[in-house]
């Protein structure tokens, strides 16, 4: 005598599924319903993490240089799989946990040992200690971009989405690889500008997780129109980013990062000022 088997709700795996499926439906009844996710966002978020992890690899094998590189096509990469999402209308909730944890990889760990492979390894030559220094510096901007991504997530929707609450973890990422791709190519070592690069490292991680607001651009208007001047810029910045692409890139997203704290304290004044004149 056959008899119908209830679906269990906590198996979870392909061939439980399937096996229901089956047997509901020689029952009369209807199984369980299949759940898949999007294949397209989630490809460009899986090239991500596939560039964030290479850049890990190249790092360890000495090649800086695509490291660096790898680093910013997974921010390209990071930009384009929510805005394929959005216009698919394949927004999905793992999607969203999937984008986070690649930036996790991409934004986090992957600068982070980059950093450490080209600049603060050397640095146990100094002493035992001063290698505790090198990689605890690696390892500080690897949990604030952590901490960084988390508060980001769980703030969703209830922040300003004109600014982000401190520097995001891409702009920081972007630091940290345009400065090693800017010194690579003009074959500067990373011990040869150590400090700075120390220096850089951990700024970048304090002002991920500071409550510093940046500007987010999501108000930038592409549809509105804009004078005939506005693509003469495009075209001069396109050109100049050609010529010079790794040293632009690391003065942009310095003086991005730099922006944050200058605007706090043109706030702050104004603040002063007003409070002054009453």
Same mark, same amino acid.
């Not at 810029?233 to 100049?240: G, L, P």
């Given at each position: 005598m056959h008899t119908s088997v209830n679906p269990d709700p906590e198996v979870d795996t392909e061939v439980g599924i399937d096996e229901q499926i089956g047997e509901a439906e020689d029952a009369g009844m209807e199984g369980p319903r299949r759940r898949g996710i999007y294949l397209l966002p989630n490809l460009f978020t899986t090239a991500g993490l596939f560039a964030g992890f290479y850049a890990i690899v190249a790092a360890m094998a000495g090649h800086f240089q695509p490291a660096a590189i790898a680093v910013f096509f997974a921010m390209i990469m990071d930009g384009l799989d929510g805005r394929i999402a959005r216009l698919t209308h394949t927004e999905s909730a793992f999607g969203k946990e999937y984008d986070s944890l690649s930036d996790m990889v991409s934004f986090g760990l992957a600068p982070a040992l980059v950093m450490y492979e080209w600049a603060f390894k050397d640095m146990v030559n100094f002493g035992f200690v001063w290698g505790k220094i090198g990689w605890l510096g690696a390892f500080f901007y690897a949990i604030t971009a952590a901490l960084r991504l988390a508060r980001f997530n769980v703030r969703t929707g209830v922040v300003d989405k004109r600014y982000f609450q401190g520097l995001p973890s891409p702009a920081a990422a972007g630091i940290l690889a345009g400065a090693v791709w800017? +010194? =690579?190519?003009?074959?500067?070592? #990373?011990?040869?500008?150590?400090?700075?690069?120390?220096?850089?490292?951990? #700024? =970048? #991680? =304090?002002?991920?997780? @500071?409550?510093?607001?940046?500007? @987010?651009?999501?108000?930038?208007?592409?549809?509105?129109?804009?004078?005939?001047?506005?693509?003469?810029?495009? %075209?001069?910045?396109?050109? %100049?980013?050609?010529? #010079?692409?790794?040293? %632009?890139?690391?003065?942009?997203?310095? %003086?991005?990062? +730099?922006s944050g704290p200058v605007m706090a304290l043109w706030r702050l004044r104004r603040r002063l000022a007003r409070r002054y004149a009453h």
């Open positions: 800017f +010194c =690579a190519d003009l074959d500067i070592p #990373g011990p040869a500008v150590l400090i700075p690069a120390y220096i850089i490292t951990v #700024g =970048a #991680g =304090a002002l991920m997780v @500071s409550s510093i607001g940046y500007y @987010s651009f999501k108000d930038f208007n592409l549809h509105g129109r804009v004078p005939f001047t506005t693509i003469l810029f495009i %075209v001069i910045a396109i050109i %100049v980013i050609y010529l #010079g692409t790794p040293w %632009v890139l690391f003065i942009a997203f310095f %003086v991005y990062a +730099c």
